[in-house]
């Protein structure tokens, strides 16, 4: 594949608003997809996001807005004149044509000369790594090639922007796992402006250069995954990133107490009135030998301890009756001496692990 | 070893009970086409080599290659039914693209109005057209008065008359097979067409139109075998001037009283129409690996 002949386009969406009856799928969106950029649109089902990305192929019609990619406004744009790649969650491969048939069908449309087209399809096979697959029929093709070939009909005729919505969902896990990687190999090969759309937290996490977070038809947060991770924007982005335990503060100034107990932390707190303190479950340390000086420690009861391979999780109930989890690494744990169910526990959380966050929703 | 093959016997007769009991489904189905099909057309079979005098010939078949009228026959039956087909295309098929793309509510009212004439007796709509198509009915006064044209037109008791009542009949049966391989084509297919730079016309012909085929060749198939034996529509409206095999059968016996001839026309006419099945099916066959093959 040629990656460098065609320059990667930044996407700019300014104001895109889309409503089905009362319903709001978007609501004022604007988002700076910078060129060349892995950028995934996270959220649940019903947020908006698919219909964001259909926005961008231009399959769906906003009420209002502007979608710019580079300097072009291509909102009035049809589909077929927008020239970038998609991946759709089905593949979509025509069933009534070979493996080369759909990949080299682009290049067909583009009045590609045959000997290129054919030249072409084997570079871009290759490059999904399904090489000399061309005459197969698409029935024949199992769940993860018809993946492969689907990109390679999406960059086969070298698009500078990439849409996938949801590619690996209908993948088992093992192999879902190994396309993450690939993908993300391919985009940093190609180059392209990636927008990918999912679900699944854990896939945004592997594969983005950013994340934005969707929810009803808004952004809730657009950043790293580490800040993503570690500084969630508000309560929906913490709850919806990772498996966390939410307790509710109190807060006079700059101080921040839970139960009466003034908590220690690093970061400054957010300036918001209500915050919540937020434990990730690897962060918080079961302590042998009582409370430890200059961190925050919980006293609770253990519920119940679930082994899960990689993984112990114990679940607890603080004394003011909020559950709490942590998880561990099982290895090398004496599972022995891990408390038993109704044993008084102490529980530790490290000043720089004790995030504080705006409790409000959005 | 013989722990191994516990309950083997009874399992195997579990198995063999199943699969009796789904024969036993389909038993009634299996009588019934003996009782009305089998036998009667194996009798048709044996009275079309029966002669006048009893005993056995060929003089019924003889009669059909000697005979000019009857090759005439047989090419007015293929050229209505063809021409029939044809136009049930030509309509039928933008009609039934048209209900694809509506939404289910507005597709299924307009599904009701396509399957009206099915609740209306064929001989009440045959007649309604004589009455429309005459030369003193409502579209040559309408047309006439109107001044869209001057003498009546010539729209029945002929091969038009003909044309415009068997295309009115046959009609739903184009239709609801391609409507239904229309629906069934994932709307992602055309929107990934789009997507690789297909214009909407060149998205349909190259990806909608072929994914539709199958219901198409359905359709077309079974319009084109029903017209092969039609008989009330053409009797009336054709005005005896168009002849199909159907009028002739129904003449040999009703005028001639002559079962050997009917039976010989009848047999002649399955043998075609299975020959045309047979073929259809190979062309279609070869059509589907051509389909892959670009």
């Given amino acids: 594949m040629r990656a460098n002949d065609r320059e990667a386009l930044p996407i700019s969406v300014r104001g895109v608003t889309k409503t089905y009856g009362p319903v709001h799928a978007l609501k004022d969106v604007s988002l700076d997809v910078r060129s060349g950029e892995f950028l995934t649109l996270l959220g649940p089902s019903g947020s908006g996001k698919t219909t964001l990305l259909m926005v961008l192929a231009g399959f769906t019609r906003p009420d209002c807005g502007s979608l710019k990619f580079g300097d072009e406004e291509v909102i009035r744009t049809p589909p077929h004149l927008r020239d970038l790649g998609m991946t759709f969650q089905n593949y979509a491969l025509f069933p009534h044509m070979t493996v080369a048939g759909n990949v080299g069908y682009p290049l067909k449309l583009r009045r590609v000369p045959r000997p290129e087209i054919a030249q072409r399809v084997e570079a871009a096979l290759e490059t999904v790594q399904l090489g000399g697959y061309g005459a197969r029929r698409i029935d024949q093709l199992s769940g993860g090639q018809k993946q492969r070939v689907a990109l390679a009909r999406s960059i086969v ?38 927008v990918y759309v999912t679900h699944d937290q854990r896939e945004a996490l592997t594969m983005s250069d950013r994340i934005a977070v969707v929810n009803q038809g808004r952004i809730m947060q657009l950043a790293t995954p580490r800040d993503l991770y570690e500084r969630p924007a508000n309560r929906f982005v913490a709850d919806f990133i990772g498996d966390s335990t939410f307790l509710p503060v109190t807060r006079s100034g700059q101080a921040v107490a839970f139960n009466g107990t003034p908590l220690v932390f690093s970061a400054p707190p957010p300036a918001a009135a209500e915050l919540t303190l937020m434990i990730r479950p690897e962060h918080i340390v079961l302590s042998h030998d009582g409370p430890r000086e200059g961190a925050n420690n919980f006293s609770a009861t253990a519920s119940d301890i679930v082994y899960q391979g990689d993984s112990y999780l114990l679940n607890a109930r603080l004394d003011d009756g909020s559950r709490i989890a942590l998880r561990g690494g099982a290895r090398g744990v004496n599972l022995m001496a891990l408390p038993a169910v109704g044993d008084r526990v102490t529980l530790v959380l490290a000043p720089e692990d004790t995030i504080l966050i705006d409790a409000s929703e959005a | 070893m013989q722990a191994l093959r516990t309950n083997e016997a009874g399992l195997r007769q579990d198995g063999r009970m199943e699969r009796l009991r789904l024969f036993g489904l389909s038993s009634p189905a299996l009588v019934l086409i003996l009782v009305i099909l089998v036998i009667p057309v194996g009798w048709l079979f044996y009275l079309s080599f029966v002669g006048s005098d009893g005993h056995f010939t060929l003089e019924n078949y003889a009669r059909m290659v000697s005979q000019r009228s009857y090759f005439r026959i047989f090419a007015t039956t293929f050229r209505v039914s063809i021409l029939t087909t044809a136009l049930c295309i030509v309509i039928g098929y933008p009609l039934a693209y048209f209900l694809s793309q509506v939404p289910t509510r507005v ?38 008065s109107l001044g869209l044209w001057h ?68 359709g077309a198939l079974m319009v084109f075998i029903l017209c092969l034996g039609f008989f009330v529509t053409p009797a009336v409206l054709g005005g005896g001037k168009v002849i199909m095999v159907s009028m002739k059968i129904v003449s040999n016996i009703q005028l001639f009283f002559s079962w050997g001839a009917a039976s010989a026309l009848g047999v002649v006419l399955l043998v075609l129409t299975v020959a045309i099945l047979w073929l259809a099916s190979r062309l279609l066959k070869l059509d589907q690996i051509a389909g892959r093959g670009h």
């Fill in chain 2, 107 to 144: 597709a299924n009212i307009c599904m009701i109005a396509v399957l009206l004439p099915f609740w209306t007796s064929l001989l009440v709509r045959t007649y309604a057209w004589l009455v429309l198509l005459q030369s003193r009915g409502l579209i040559n006064t309408w047309g006439i």
């Fill in chain 2, 151 to 218: 003498e009546p037109l010539p729209l029945v008791y002929n091969l038009t008359g003909t044309l415009i009542g068997m295309v009115h009949i046959m009609l739903p049966f184009l239709i609801l097979p391609v409507y239904g391989s229309m629906k069934a084509i994932d709307g992602n297919y055309v929107k990934a067409a789009a997507n690789l730079g297909a214009s909407p016309r060149r998205a349909f012909w190259g990806v909608f139109f072929p994914l539709s085929t199958p219901g198409l060749f359905a």
């Fill in chain 1, 157 to 194: 005729f070298e698009p500078r922007i990439l849409l996938m919505d949801e590619p690996l969902s209908a993948l088992d896990k093992k192999l879902r796992d190994q396309m993450q990687i690939e993908l993300r190999h391919l985009h940093d090969k190609l180059g392209m402006t990636t």
